[in-house]
């Protein structure tokens, strides 16, 4: 399964990609945690992108393109994939249509984890990541907003998207996850 994971900052979506890559077995692209490790390994690329990492902004997507793909050239990703934290820009997206097409490797589908912007908040200012200041946490929420959500538009247009309610407990919302997954399956 090639999967596209969509949620804002503090919506769970890190801790429910790693128990989706480990029921299904899925090679787990998080491109947050790819730029985590460029920048502490002080590569060019790292020190670039902590830049805009430390703002709340998105890096530029010529950038993002370039790790990611890459990354989807790698044996591991044949088996499928979770893509966690990109893409995040419609010019991403689209990058990444033209990239899998070329590949004739479709998107199965795009899961969308929702939750609403107060609770986001909440639950990002009792955190503690470098970037989870408040400024930066409202930065996050913005870019999200304003470049990120309407790639649901985007995908749903596609018939791809399928949103999971992100409120309760971190099971509860690994069950939908799961359900709607199995149900694309059958
Ligand atoms: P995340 O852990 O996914 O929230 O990513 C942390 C930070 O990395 C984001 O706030 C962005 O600065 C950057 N980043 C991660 N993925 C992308 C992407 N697809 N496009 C642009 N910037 C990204």
Redesign the pocket.
Known sequence: MRIVFIGP?GAGKGTQAEQLVRTYELAHL???DM?RAARDAKTEVGQE?EQ??SR????PDEL?VRIISQRLQQPDCRKGYLLD?????IA?AESLDATLAAGGTPLDVVLEIRVPEEELFRRLAGRGRA?DQPEVIRQ?LVAYREQTEPLLDYYGKQGLLTTVDGLGSVEEVFDRLKAALDELAR
């Open positions: 900052p998080s491109t947050g730029l992108a805009y990492m709340g902004e998105l890096v993002i934290g990109f893409p995040r820009t991403q970037d996050r």
